[in-house]
């Protein structure tokens, strides 16, 4: 069922005045494909606009902070806690991908995910934003929820 329409069927935010405070998590992926260039280029701090992880890693924290600003049907909701973690895999055609991980953290009505994949999302774009002079053609991967658990529906994890 969809909760986001009024009786004329027009949307509106959900309410959550009734639902149980639980501690909540989500945790979001999405990733980058970049050239070999783009990869040497990060990890020796070559990038002309600063040290490109800790930029992006703050860039998702921002966006994780203000998801209810840019989703409009998103709560504004308390965070207690969020941690982006990165992780390099060498893909083939001399290619490397660097995953993005999101974890964000609640205890409140309502879940974290838009949270976890808006940070994701930014961190990735970032990331572009900050290598594109070195190489335009990075690709931007799958963004996705990983796991989340609490609240009313109960826990999820990706197969």
Request: hydrophobic share 40%.
């Amino acid at each position: 069922m969809l909760t986001h329409f009024n009786n004329d069927g027009r949307a509106r935010m959900v309410d959550i005045s009734n639902k149980e405070a639980s501690t909540r998590i989500a945790i979001a992926r999405s990733s980058i494909i970049m050239s070999n260039q783009v990869y040497d280029a990060i990890q020796n701090q070559n990038i002309k606009k600063g040290d490109v992880l800790s930029v992006a890693q703050v860039a998702g924290i921002m966006a994780a902070k203000q998801t209810s600003s840019l989703i409009p049907m998103c709560h504004p909701i308390p965070i207690s806690g969020i941690n982006i973690t990165f992780d390099w895999q060498n893909i083939e055609n001399d290619k490397i991908e660097l995953i993005i991980q999101t974890e964000v953290k609640t205890v409140g009505s309502t879940g974290v995910e838009m949270e976890a994949l808006t940070a994701a999302s930014i961190t990735a774009l970032t990331v572009y934003d900050m290598c594109k002079a070195v190489d335009k053609s990075m690709t931007i991967g799958s963004t996705y929820l990983l796991e989340k658990s609490g609240g009313k529906n109960g826990d999820f994890t990706r197969k």
